[in-house]
């Protein structure tokens, strides 16, 4: 999780969500043997679009819910480098972080977005960040260990095949994931579960190796240079 957060980053310039995205789209792949996935994206909602929205004396999600198409270039092998430049790609081309969305079909009523299939998506990914990065161990309030019921009515109406929620917490990554009743078979629902596991691990290796090349070259051509500057004296 360290990795992650930290060093993971620096191999493609990419966010934590970005690559998040990125081992769920590669073990969506896997999964199913798909090349793209229209997913919904879930967000506080908290986004800063001019300078006279001041959201500072505001708490709580506004919370934002956009789709996303994840698609990767026609290739006889995919491999996990171009599945995450693809998503960094396709994610930032978002205006505003997607909270456009839904002011257009919600509040502006717009026509195309209003005909849109309205069935659930076959997967609705939310990272939540790291829920406790403000606590101090030392605090008077910490976060409760016991459980706190459900976050969300189960009134609620379901949006996708498979929910996805991640969240850092005590230093580790973690996912809830919730399937939508009686829509996979025990085996499948696992074998997601394996295949996200593998993917997570699969690109934090991945970028870790990358970074220990670009290191690599970066060595070979500093000590070259030197060897130039020697011969020049």
Known sequence: ???????C???YRTSVTELLLSAVFFAYQQWTGETSLSLELEGHGR???????DLSETI???????????TVPNQAELLIGDIIKSVKELYRALPSNGIGYGLLRQIVQDKQLAELDC????????????????????AAFQVAPEHVGHNISEENPVLADLTLTGSVQNGQLRFQIVARTGHFETSEFLQFTQYLEQALVGCVEHCLMLN?????????????NK???VISI
């Open 1 to 7: 999780t360290r990795a992650l957060l930290g060093e």
């Open 9 to 11: 980053n620096e191999a």
């Open 47 to 53: 986004e800063n679009l001019f300078e006279q929205a």
């Open 60 to 70: 709580g999600w506004f919370t934002s819910l956009f789709p996303l198409l994840l």
């Open 119 to 138: 069935a659930p998506s076959p997967l609705l990914f939310n990272y939540l960040g790291q829920i406790d990065a403000g606590v101090v161990k030392e």
């Open 212 to 224: 220990t090349l670009k290191l690599n070259n970066k060595n070979s051509v500093t000590q070259k």
């Open 227 to 229: 060897k130039v500057e």
